[in-house]
């Protein structure tokens, strides 16, 4: 129900009265006449609302019959009355009667309907008052107004806006936050119908709802604000005309009289475009055409505006009004540095409503990062920073990189505002973990990048960086535990510059420590001009540590008479300073001293800021014996594997290498916190690590803190020297120099535990053997784990886990390595030599299985043989034992007894004598057993003797030294090896051996090296030996021409089918060299010296053999033939080189002695010779090989004849082992060759040793000599070599 359609002429209902004349009461109420009481006339009122309220507009009787009162109560006397509730109570009746009458007023003239309304409107103002006890009236009459549309009657009238901009001032001053919500429900119900039903808003009207959005009334009431916001957005259709229509008269015409509100025009334009952006679609197009302004004020304010409008939280007018944001952007480059600046600060509001304008922002920001004025490259790294410490995503890596550059500017203040916030970014998203750890490592570059600046020459970024260092990286107010795991991976995780750059820092600090200790000592001195000038000096170097060192100069020097005049603030100072302070007491020091020097009545003291930049630097904030120990547990920690290592993104093994550097370089500053049983003991535990980084560390702490622990902790005392003394013999270079700078640092007694050191290094440096209570634990658990790996293989008895190869593969490395896995060189010789022996052995019991046997390869089978020929005569004398026991036993195949032909390179004479005997007993067994068993003969290729000719031959052809296949020296070493075993076979020519021997290396050169078939210099090699087997059985027996019974069988592991059609009638061996190896001048032995001095030069030295000229004891039948040799080595007269090595040691011991020929026994040498020599059938080596025993025995007997010639040949500096030593006499290329030819599959070989029984046993022998004419018939000779 309303007013708004048109209202009807009332002219008839004006002139309705009683039939008596009177007005018409209701019933029970009496005449309302001014001649009443207040009181009386308020309670006739009351009941004239009652009846009007109940009243409905279908009552057309009681309409006609109240119509004069109803015109009464418009009269003069009610509608000015003086009393409140009277002048309320007809407001009430005024509101029904608009309701009952409507759409037709009971009111014709227009001057008292404008007097009617604006009664009406004054009356609303009793709704300011929400506890009085007329408010439901007051309400009342508001919702009757609001439901009824009672204001719209005044559109007829001439001044009808006086009344709606009284009503709607007076509804904006009443509202408060006391009204509920039906009552701004029906003010907004009241005012839109106005608005929204009218023909337009005048500017005073719009005015009047306008300036309640100014910040000023904004501030004062708030509800009238909400109530003016809420009626905008209701009336936004309406009204955005009008808005548009001000705007334009104030901003592009400039016409500011048109309403007072025209100076907050900008204002008015964010709290509308909060309100409603559609409110200023109209309006935006004028703001592009303010900002290109030529006033720069006026674009300054216009860029503040807009800087609010696009970065309010909720506004889209960025994406909305694109040319606008472009035009705005376009501000960042304005000539004018204000709105320069407004346009940086509104950037940072931008990022954390907007981030997807990010983007745009970055290329302008990159510009104003680089503006020549510093407040505007102030103002953008707090901009990227504000947004950044909100939320680390509203701002990418590039935004943070301008802040990077910043922290290198040229201004302080720049610089400063970039290191502290990003120090506070680091704190938040680093140490807090505020936004998880995807922000940690987006910001994880901070920390190196703030600790690169100390570099700087400023020493205001240095006290900067260490400020930020205890106030952010490492917060010194956290509790120790904590403090210490933040530094812990702080240090663990900071890259090497930064790692340097924090150590510098400590160091700094220690130093100016120092500095003021100093100072200190010197005010205890009596007062001197030399005091005086010492301590001048040290002031000046303490001020150079302070900001502004020309001030800080005059503030020291005050600070330093203060010190001298107050006893108490020096003994704060030197507590301070002491290595024994805590951080705790360091805190209470420093807020002490500056108690005592602050001055109340001035605020701002240079001189205290000064001493408090002092008192920071020299405070031991984050170190003291707590921290230590707190350290030192996370790094036990990190050992145990019970740390956070991978939740900080540190692993356990750069936690602890770390933890040890962060130690060691605190041990340096903060020696003295390191002093207790709990740190020593677990540092002690990073001794025993096998990281040598760590234990290098470990070593240096104790030497920095270490000078205390022989008197205060004897039991850390006995527990480091053993661990030092294995560091300084065994340990890596570094480890040594250190534990020997620790022994010297920390015990009185360090010349003995220095000489302990070096005695048993020098005792052991070269052993290749100790007995088994000096073996290392840990090679004694290596060799046992060797055993069980074997015993596990042989208990299974198959293969399918593939088990049996992996070992294989790993006890061959053993063998190529020599003993040393890892190849770190920190395994001593004899543990290396056991690890030999044990895989050699390994391999040689699994061959015993014969699924296993099937799967050593030939290249792991001549490893394991090459372990006969080690350098540690131990080691040969074992393996040579286990082989012969497993070969007698028939457990081993076949061509397991062929690696007794390398004995032949022995050069211990026992170790050949043994060699040869196990050989003769185990042809002997074989022959029994195929006698004694008919059905052996199926497995003659298993059991037959002379089978072994194939394996020999292969085995040989892949020796390491033979390397070229026509080299004479390397030939004749073959040949020996051969000879070796063939002279065993050939003994006897039971069922013509001969010629199957013959026969079957000649079948060899129809086939192909199964092991590389397809290298000719593999298979012109294994042709080679069998033109040198063929050779020595020529020459040896007449009767290996005969046909051979049967057609050897050659095993296929180790040779190919022979290839159909293929003749291989070449001779691999010219006829020259067989003249050599047959006929051809002898062979030179080496002469050994047994005499225990010490070489000048450390390394091992090879065994020099005498020529043939030189010594009479090396020449072979053939030679002893020629009378000449013996004539001519008789009448030279030369003196014989005599040179010798002790087995088992690193710096083996050489003899050189020179050894007159002439002038000897015969007697003595008949007895001699007739001991040496042999037939043709015997191998020419035989009786060159000598003992060191012998040769030393030799020098000896013969002392008085012999003299030493120190300036004999120089020995070659790299050994050949298990080579009986090349003649001196050789070629320099040659000589050359063997001693650089690099060692093949990890053979050790074998050296002379005095101290190996052969040796020992052969020293009872008298040396032999040549003797003319002294010589015997072959076979005396055959019976005397069997005797041996």
Same mark, same amino acid.
């Given at each position: 129900?309303d007013f708004?359609?048109q209202?009807?002429?009332a002219?008839?209902?004006?002139?309705?009265?009683?039939?008596?004349g009177?007005?018409?009461?209701?019933p029970g109420?009496?005449?309302i006449t001014?001649?009443?009481?207040?009181?009386?006339?308020?309670?006739?009122?009351k009941m004239?609302?009652?009846t009007?309220?109940?009243?409905?507009?279908?009552?057309?009787?009681?309409?006609?019959?109240?119509?004069?009162?109803?015109?009464?109560l418009?009269?003069?006397?009610?509608?000015?009355?003086?009393n409140?509730?009277?002048?309320l109570?007809v407001?009430?009746?005024?509101?029904?009667?608009?309701?009952?009458?409507?759409?037709e007023a009971?009111?014709?003239?227009h001057d008292?309907?404008?007097?009617?309304?604006?009664?009406?409107t004054?009356?609303?103002?009793?709704?300011?008052?929400?506890?009085?006890?007329?408010?439901?009236?007051?309400?009342?009459?508001?919702?009757n107004?609001?439901?009824?549309k009672?204001y719209?009657?005044?559109?007829?009238?001439?001044d009808c806006?006086?009344?709606?901009?009284?009503?709607?001032?007076?509804l904006?001053?009443?509202?408060?936050?006391?009204?509920?919500?039906?009552?701004?429900?029906h003010?907004?119900d009241?005012m839109?119908?106005i608005?929204?039903?009218?023909?337009?808003?005048?500017q005073?009207?719009?005015?009047?709802?306008?300036?309640?959005l100014?910040?000023?009334?904004?501030n004062?009431?708030?509800?009238?604000f909400?109530?003016?916001?809420?009626?905008l957005?209701?009336?936004?259709?309406?009204?955005?005309?009008?808005?548009?229509?001000?705007?334009?008269?104030?901003l592009?015409?400039?016409?500011?009289?048109?309403?007072?509100?025209?100076?907050?025009?900008?204002?008015?334009?964010?709290?509308?475009?909060?309100?409603?952006?559609h409110?200023?679609?109209s309006?935006?197009?004028?703001?592009?055409?303010?900002l290109?302004s030529?006033?720069?004020?006026?674009?300054?304010?216009?860029?503040?505006?807009?800087?609010?409008?696009?970065?309010?939280?909720?506004?889209?007018?960025?994406?909305?009004?694109?040319?606008?944001?472009q035009?705005?952007?376009?501000?960042?480059?304005?000539i004018?540095?204000?709105?320069r600046?407004?346009?940086?600060?509104?950037?940072?509001h931008?990022?954390?409503n907007?981030?997807?304008?990010?983007?745009?922002?970055t290329?302008?920001?990159?510009?104003?990062?680089?503006?020549?004025?510093?407040?505007i490259?102030?103002?953008?790294?707090?901009?990227?920073?504000?947004?950044?410490?909100r939320?680390?995503?509203?701002v990418?890596?590039?935004?943070?990189g301008?802040?990077?550059?910043?922290?290198?500017?040229?201004?302080?203040?720049?610089?400063?505002?970039?290191?502290?916030?990003l120090?506070?970014?680091y704190?938040?998203y680093?140490?807090?973990g505020?936004a998880?750890?995807?922000?940690?490592e987006?910001?994880?570059?901070?920390?190196?990048k703030?600790?690169?600046?100390?570099?700087?020459?400023?020493?205001?970024?240095?006290?900067?960086?260490?400020?930020i260092?205890a106030?952010?990286l490492?917060?010194h107010?956290?509790?120790?535990?904590?403090?210490?795991?933040?530094?812990y991976y702080?240090?663990?995780?900071?890259?090497?510059?930064?790692?340097?750059?924090?150590n510098?820092?400590?160091?700094c600090?220690n130093?100016?420590?120092?500095?003021?200790?100093?100072?200190?000592?010197?005010?205890?001195?009596?007062?001197?001009?030399?005091n005086?000038s010492?301590?001048?000096g040290?002031?000046?170097?303490?001020?150079?540590n302070?900001?502004?060192?020309?001030?800080?100069?005059?503030?020291?020097?005050?600070?330093?008479?203060?010190?001298?005049? /107050?006893?108490?603030? +020096? =003994?704060? &100072? *030197? #507590? $301070?300073?002491?290595?024994?302070?805590?951080c705790?007491?360091?805190?209470?020091?420093?807020r002490?001293i500056?108690r005592?020097?602050?001055?109340?009545?001035?605020p701002t003291?240079p001189?205290?800021?000064?001493?408090?930049?002092?008192?920071?630097?020299?405070?031991?904030?984050?170190?003291?014996?707590?921290?230590?120990?707190?350290?030192?547990k996370?790094?036990?920690?990190?050992?145990?594997?019970?740390?956070?290592?991978?939740?900080e993104?540190?692993s356990? /093994?750069?936690?602890? +290498? =770390?933890? &040890? *550097? #962060? $130690?060691?370089?605190?041990?340096?500053?903060?020696?003295t916190?390191?002093?207790?049983?709990?740190t020593?003991?677990?540092?002690?535990?990073?001794l025993?690590?096998?990281?040598?980084?760590?234990?290098e560390?470990?070593?240096?702490?104790f030497?920095n803190?270490?000078?205390?622990?022989e008197?205060?902790?004897?039991?850390?005392?006995?527990?480091?020297?053993?661990i030092?003394?294995?560091k300084?013999?065994?340990?890596?270079?570094?480890?040594?120099?250190?534990?020997?700078?620790?022994?010297?640092?920390?015990?009185?007694?360090?010349?003995?535990?220095l000489?302990?050191i070096?005695?048993?290094?020098?005792?052991?440096n070269?052993?290749l053997?100790?007995?088994?209570e000096?073996?290392?634990?840990?090679?004694?658990?290596?060799?046992?784990?060797?055993?069980?790996?074997?015993?596990?293989?042989?208990?299974?008895?198959n293969?399918?886990s593939?088990?049996?190869?992996s070992?294989?593969?790993?006890?061959?490395?053993?063998?190529?390595?020599?003993?040393?896995?890892t190849?770190q060189?920190?395994?001593?010789k004899?543990?290396?030599?056991?690890?030999?022996?044990?895989?050699?052995s390994?391999?040689?019991?699994?061959?015993?299985?014969?699924?296993?046997?099937?799967?050593?390869?030939?290249?792991?089978f001549?490893?394991?043989a090459?372990v006969?020929?080690?350098?540690?005569?131990?080691?040969?004398?074992?393996?040579?034992?286990?082989?012969?026991k497993?070969?007698?036993?028939?457990?081993?195949?076949?061509?397991?007894?062929?690696?007794?032909?390398?004995?032949?390179?022995?050069?211990?004479?026992?170790r050949?004598?043994?060699?040869?005997q196990c050989?003769?007993?185990?042809?002997?067994?074989?022959?029994?057993?195929?006698?004694q068993?008919?059905?052996?003969?199926?497995?003659?290729?298993?059991?037959?003797?002379?089978?072994?000719?194939?394996?020999?031959?292969?085995?040989?052809?892949?020796?390491?030294?033979?390397?070229?296949s026509q080299?004479v020296?390397?030939?004749?070493?073959?040949?020996?090896?051969?000879?070796?075993?063939?002279?065993?076979?050939m003994?006897?020519?039971?069922?013509?051996?001969?010629?199957?021997?013959?026969?079957?290396?000649?079948?060899?050169?129809?086939?192909?090296?199964?092991q590389?078939?397809?290298?000719?210099?593999?298979?012109?090699?294994?042709?080679t030996?069998?033109?040198?087997?063929?050779?020595?059985?020529?020459?040896k027996s007449?009767?290996?021409?005969?046909?051979?019974?049967?057609?050897p069988?050659?095993?296929?592991?180790?040779?190919t089918?022979?290839?159909?059609?293929?003749?291989?009638?070449?001779?691999?061996?010219?006829e020259e060299?067989?003249?050599?190896l047959?006929t051809?001048?002898?062979?030179?032995?080496?002469?050994?010296?047994?005499?225990?001095?010490?070489?000048s030069?450390?390394?091992?030295?090879p065994?020099?053999?005498?020529?043939?000229?030189?010594?009479?004891?090396?020449?072979?039948?053939n030679?002893?033939?020629?009378?000449?040799?013996?004539?001519?080595?008789r009448e030279?007269g030369s003196e014989?080189?005599?040179?010798?090595v002790?087995?088992?040691?690193?710096?083996?011991?050489?003899?050189?002695?020179?050894?007159?020929?002439?002038?000897?026994?015969p007697?003595?040498?008949?007895?001699?010779?007739s001991?040496?020599?042999?037939?043709?059938?015997?191998?020419?080596?035989?009786?060159?090989?000598?003992?060191?025993a012998?040769?030393?025995?030799?020098?000896?007997?013969?002392?008085?004849?012999?003299?030493v010639?120190?300036?004999?040949p120089?020995?070659?500096s790299?050994?050949?082992?298990?080579?009986r030593?090349?003649?001196?006499?050789?070629?320099?290329?040659?000589?050359?060759?063997?001693?650089?030819?690099?060692?093949g599959k990890?053979?050790?070989?074998?050296?002379v040793?005095q101290?190996?029984?052969?040796?020992?046993?052969?020293?009872n022998?008298?040396?032999?000599?040549?003797?003319?004419?002294?010589?015997?018939?072959a076979?005396?000779e055959?019976?005397?070599?069997?005797?041996?």
């Open positions: 129900m708004t359609a209202p009807k002429p002219t008839a209902l004006c002139g309705v009265v009683s039939a008596d009177k007005i018409a009461y209701p109420v009496k005449e001014d001649k009443i009481t207040t009181d009386e006339m308020i309670k006739r009122l004239v609302v009652k009007f309220m109940d009243m409905d507009q279908d009552s057309e009787d009681e309409k006609q019959q109240y119509l004069p009162l109803a015109l009464h418009a009269s003069e006397f009610f509608l000015r009355n003086p409140k509730d009277v002048r109570l407001a009430c009746c005024l509101a029904d009667i608009f309701r009952i009458y409507a759409p009971p009111y014709t003239s008292k309907l404008k007097d009617i309304f604006l009664f009406i004054r009356q609303l103002k009793g709704l300011e008052d929400t506890k009085s006890p007329q408010f439901n009236r007051y309400f009342y009459l508001l919702e107004l609001a439901w009824v009672s719209n009657i005044c559109f007829e009238l001439e806006n006086e009344i709606f901009i009284q009503l709607f001032r007076t904006f001053s009443v509202i408060n936050n006391s009204h509920n919500k039906k009552v701004q429900m003010m907004l009241l839109s119908s608005i929204m039903e009218g023909d337009g808003v005048t005073e009207l719009l005015d009047s709802i306008l300036i309640n100014i910040p000023a009334h904004k004062l009431n708030k509800q009238s909400d109530l003016a916001k809420v009626l957005k209701r009336t936004v259709q309406t009204i955005e005309a009008c808005i548009a229509n001000f705007f334009n008269q104030v592009v015409l400039g016409r500011s009289s048109v309403s007072d509100l025209s100076e907050h025009v900008f204002d008015l334009i964010q709290e509308l475009f909060a309100i409603d952006p409110l200023l679609l309006v935006m197009p004028q703001l592009e055409f303010k290109k030529n006033d720069g004020e006026e674009r300054l304010a216009v860029v503040r505006l807009l800087a609010k409008l696009f970065g309010s939280k909720d506004s889209d007018l960025a994406t909305q009004n694109r040319p606008l944001w035009c705005f952007l376009g501000r960042f480059n304005d004018h540095v204000p709105v600046l407004e346009s940086v600060k509104f950037a940072s931008c990022l954390m907007h981030p997807d304008l990010a983007k745009d922002l290329e302008y920001l990159k510009v104003r990062s680089h503006d020549p004025e510093e407040a490259r102030h103002d953008v790294i707090v901009t990227i920073i504000t947004a950044a410490k939320d680390l995503a509203l990418n890596d590039q935004l943070l301008f802040v990077r550059e910043r922290t290198l500017d040229k201004r302080w203040r720049v610089r400063k505002e970039a290191m502290m916030g120090a506070q970014l704190k938040k680093c140490l807090h505020e998880g750890k995807e922000a940690a987006k910001v994880s570059w901070i920390k190196d703030l600790l690169h600046i100390y570099y700087q020459n400023s020493i205001d970024d240095k006290l900067l960086v260490e400020k260092f106030q952010y490492v917060p107010n956290l509790e120790t535990e904590e403090r210490m795991k933040c530094l702080l240090y663990a995780s900071l890259d090497p510059n930064a790692v340097k750059a924090l510098e820092m400590w160091k600090q130093m100016l420590r120092s500095h003021v200790r100093e100072l200190l000592d010197l005010h205890k001195q009596p007062t001197s001009e030399a005086c010492a301590m001048f040290k002031l000046m170097t303490i001020a150079k302070l900001p502004d060192p020309g001030k800080a100069q005059d503030f020291v020097k005050k600070f330093n008479q203060v010190l001298g005049d /107050d006893e108490k603030l +020096r =003994s704060q &100072l *030197e #507590l $301070l300073i002491s290595p024994t302070c805590s705790k007491q360091a805190d209470v020091c420093v002490e500056a005592k020097l602050a001055n109340p009545k001035q003291n001189f205290l800021e000064m001493v408090k930049f002092l008192l920071e630097r020299i405070a031991p904030v984050h170190i003291d014996s707590e921290a230590i120990s707190a350290l030192v996370l790094m036990n920690k990190s050992i145990e594997g019970t740390a956070d290592d991978e939740e993104g540190v356990p /093994d750069t936690a602890i +290498r =770390s933890g &040890l *550097e #962060l $130690l060691k370089v605190l041990s340096f500053t903060h020696p916190s390191f002093h207790s049983a709990e020593y003991e677990s540092l002690l535990q990073c025993r690590m096998e990281d040598d980084k760590v234990a560390a470990a070593i240096q702490i030497r803190t270490g000078h205390k622990i008197t205060d902790l004897p039991q850390i005392r006995s527990t480091l020297i053993p030092l003394h294995q300084a013999k065994r340990g890596t270079p570094h480890q040594a120099k250190q534990a020997v700078h620790c022994i010297h640092a920390i015990f009185t007694n360090k010349e003995v535990q000489a302990q070096f005695e048993s290094t020098g005792e052991k070269g052993k053997w100790s007995p088994d000096e073996v290392s634990p840990e090679v004694l658990a290596k060799v046992q784990a060797i055993k069980l790996l074997v015993r596990w293989l042989l208990g299974m008895k293969n399918q593939k088990s049996a190869n070992t294989l593969r790993l006890l061959s490395a053993m063998l190529v390595s020599e003993g040393d896995l190849e060189k920190r395994i001593s004899s543990d290396m030599s056991r690890l030999r022996l044990a895989a050699g390994a391999i040689m019991k699994l061959a015993q299985e014969p699924c296993y046997h099937e799967i050593i390869t030939p290249e792991q001549q490893l394991c090459l006969i020929n080690d350098e540690c005569y131990q080691v040969r004398q074992i393996f040579a034992q286990k082989l012969h497993a070969l007698v036993k028939l457990l081993l195949p076949l061509e397991y007894m062929a690696i007794f032909a390398l004995c032949a390179k022995d050069p211990v004479k026992e050949r004598a043994h060699a040869r050989l003769l007993k185990n042809i002997s067994i074989r022959r029994e057993y195929i006698k068993n008919p059905m052996a003969t199926e497995k003659l290729l298993s059991l037959l003797p002379e089978y072994v000719v194939p394996y020999m031959i292969h085995l040989l052809a892949h020796d390491p030294d033979f390397t070229r080299d020296d390397q030939l004749r070493d073959i040949k020996e090896c051969l000879w070796f075993m063939l002279e065993v076979l003994t006897k020519n039971e069922n013509n051996s001969h010629a199957f021997m013959k026969k079957m290396a000649e079948n060899i050169k129809l086939t192909k090296d199964a590389s078939p397809d290298e000719s210099k593999t298979n012109e090699k294994l042709y030996v069998c033109d040198v087997a063929l050779c020595v059985i020529n020459s007449a009767l290996c021409n005969a046909d051979s019974p049967k057609d069988v050659l095993p296929l592991k180790f040779f089918q022979p290839e159909k059609d293929f003749c291989n009638d070449k001779s691999y061996i010219s060299t067989r003249v050599l047959l051809g001048k002898p062979k030179p032995a080496g002469v050994l010296g047994a005499v225990n001095k010490p070489l030069a450390t390394g091992r030295k065994y020099v053999r005498s020529t043939g000229a030189e010594t009479g004891s090396n020449i072979n039948v030679s002893e033939l020629n009378p000449s040799t013996g004539n001519r080595s030279q014989a080189v005599e040179t010798g002790s087995e088992n040691e690193e710096n083996p011991v050489r003899i050189i002695s020179v050894t007159p020929v002439k002038n000897i026994d007697v003595k040498n008949k007895e001699i010779n001991d040496q020599t042999t037939q043709g059938n015997i191998s020419s080596d035989r009786g060159k090989k000598r003992s060191v012998a040769a030393g025995a030799e020098n000896i007997q013969q002392k008085t004849d012999e003299k010639d120190e300036s004999g120089p020995a070659p790299k050994p050949r082992r298990g080579r030593p090349k003649s001196e006499s050789q070629g320099n290329a040659t000589k050359t060759d063997d001693i650089n030819k690099p060692l990890g053979r050790k070989r074998a050296v040793s101290e190996s029984p052969g040796g020992l046993e052969a020293g022998a008298k040396a032999p000599k040549l003797q003319d004419g002294a010589k015997k018939a076979p005396a055959r019976q005397i070599d069997l005797q041996r």
